[in-house]
């Protein structure tokens, strides 16, 4: 952000200026501080009265960071922007709004008549004040605005319903690479963390991913495919998730015939990490094509003379066949998986299958798995019992196995692992995660009561485990209908 507001060259030499007086000192904060700020103001590129420790103190000293609410004015053009601490849940804390922190935000923006998502120096700044009009916005009612340009600043934006709606317009048109990669990636972040919030109708969230179906860069699909994993973790035992499983293959189709399912020599990296990640989503949601090739790719390992030695499935796509091949398969996959997990020595092929073996959807299996992740000599190590308990948990069919097995083994799982509250804490933490029902909650709370004496230090872990499901609860109170109303609406 520094390296932004202050430019490359101004950041570059005030850095090297404090290096050089401190070599062989020592040095606190304020010294950078003042060492950019003597560079910034040789260079003009910062007014005289501001200094860097005014604008840094407020983001290092103060926990958080802000989101700017921009509404525009329509008849006059210009715009109204207030600053708020953002918070995925909201604090049962009171807080006025004179105890909310301000920050000093560096504010930059562009238009549809502009498209400038170069220039990246702040065009105004918020000097830690509630509200500022920005007068002008120099562009007309019906054409778009958006701020932070590349998301060079540390803030969330929110605009009015208005601007929103005419930035999904632009995605929707065959030109919406007008808008930067990073742009486009950032907007559809921004919209579907702050609809969780409770900042933004779900609708309009929900209307900007409705782009993603042409869309192939790395960045925006990794922004919602980040931000949907919410969505699918609440959504999944609920009436309507076959619709946001629909929803979601329908955006994927498009990339997925993109990427393929094979890894091609000098495939840029961005190519790789999107092939992974779109692949691991499309494959969960049974698409036909993704399934079949993971099952072939596994079936033709299982074929070879010496699959400790032999194997053909490429190293980046390894976790989705396993996982798919696993899923979709029975008791013969999953012990081919687990012999090749004790038969091998290298460390990340051991993850891989511990991970993948969490897969499969036979109850009896995933409930021997969690039974052999606290057994002694049974080929999982104690520290590696935690990604057992992750990958199970993760399971849909796995999750209420990893919650019961806390529930009833406490006493077991407190024998085998001892004083080591990190797997302990871990193994909590998973076995509660997507806890969104109040039966669920009061099974939690039942547990909590029952083990009070013991938790010891996994007492804070529980605790939030207790917050986070209530926060799924209201959340869902809040938002289940207009999401399962969207989704109705867009996979008729």
């Known amino acids: 952000m520094m390296d932004h507001f202050l430019t490359t060259d101004v950041f570059k030499q005030g850095l090297t200026n404090y290096l050089t007086e401190k070599a062989y000192q020592s040095a606190e904060q304020n010294d950078l501080w003042n060492a950019l700020t003597k560079q910034a103001h040789k260079d003009k590129v910062l007014d005289p009265s501001i200094t860097i420790q005014q604008i840094m103190d407020t983001w290092t000293l103060q926990t958080g960071f802000p989101v700017v609410t921009v509404t525009r004015n329509y008849l006059n053009g210009d715009a109204t922007l207030t600053q708020e601490r953002f918070m995925l849940q909201n604090s049962t804390m009171i807080t006025t709004m004179e105890s909310e922190p301000l920050w000093w935000i560096p504010i930059t923006y562009t238009n549809e008549q502009e498209l400038n998502f170069n220039r990246t120096q702040p065009n105004h700044w918020m000097k830690a004040e509630r509200s500022v ?74 209307d900007v991913t409705s782009y993603l179906a042409h869309e192939s860069e790395y960045l925006p699909w990794k922004a919602a495919l980040t931000a949907l994993n919410y969505l699918d973790d609440m959504l999944i035992m609920l009436p309507g998730y076959d619709k946001f499983r629909i929803y979601t293959l329908k955006l994927l189709d498009n990339v997925y015939k993109q990427v393929g399912f094979t890894d091609k020599p000098g495939d840029p990296q961005l190519t790789v990490f999107t092939r992974v990640d779109v692949l691991n989503w499309a494959c969960t949601f049974g698409h036909d094509d993704c399934v079949d090739n993971a099952v072939n790719q596994f079936y033709n390992w299982r074929k070879m003379p010496d699959p400790d030695t032999n194997n053909p499935i490429s190293p980046n796509l390894k976790s989705v066949v396993y996982c798919t091949a696993i899923r979709a398969g029975s008791q013969v996959e999953w012990e081919f998986a687990w012999q090749r997990y004790l038969n ?20 009896w299996i995933l409930s021997r798995y969690l039974d052999w992740a606290v057994t002694e000599n049974s080929g999982i190590r104690k520290q590696d019992a935690t990604r057992v308990f992750g990958s199970v948990a993760r399971n849909i069919i796995g999750h209420p196995l990893a919650f019961n097995y806390l529930r009833n083994k406490w006493a077991r799982l407190r024998e085998y692992f001892g004083t080591s509250l990190v797997l302990m804490n871990n193994i909590i933490k998973s076995a509660t995660r997507g806890i969104n029902t109040k039966y669920e909650l009061k099974d939690l709370i039942d547990f909590i009561t029952e083990n009070k004496d013991e938790l010891g230090s996994a007492t804070r872990t529980v605790q939030q485990a207790v917050e986070q499901a209530e926060a799924n609860i209201r959340w869902l109170d809040n938002n289940y209908a207009t999401i399962r109303d969207w989704l109705q609406r867009n996979t008729a």
């Not at 030109?175 to 559809?188: C, G, K, P, Y």
């Not at 091998?344 to 109850?363: F, H, I, P, Y």
């Open 133 to 206: 009009i920005l007068p002008n916005l120099n562009t007309t009612s019906h054409q778009w605005v958006i701020f932070n340009v590349l998301e060079t600043g540390y803030y969330r934006v929110n605009y009015d319903r208005t601007n929103w709606q005419l930035i999904i317009k632009q995605l929707n048109k065959d030109n919406f690479r007008d808008i930067s990669t990073i742009n486009r990636a950032q907007l559809i972040d921004d919209a579907l963390n702050l609809a969780r919030a409770g900042r933004l109708d779900y609708a309009i969230a929900l």
């Open 344 to 363: 091998t020595n290298v460390g990340s092929e051991k993850d891989l299958l511990l991970q993948a073996l969490g897969c499969s959807r036979e109850v």
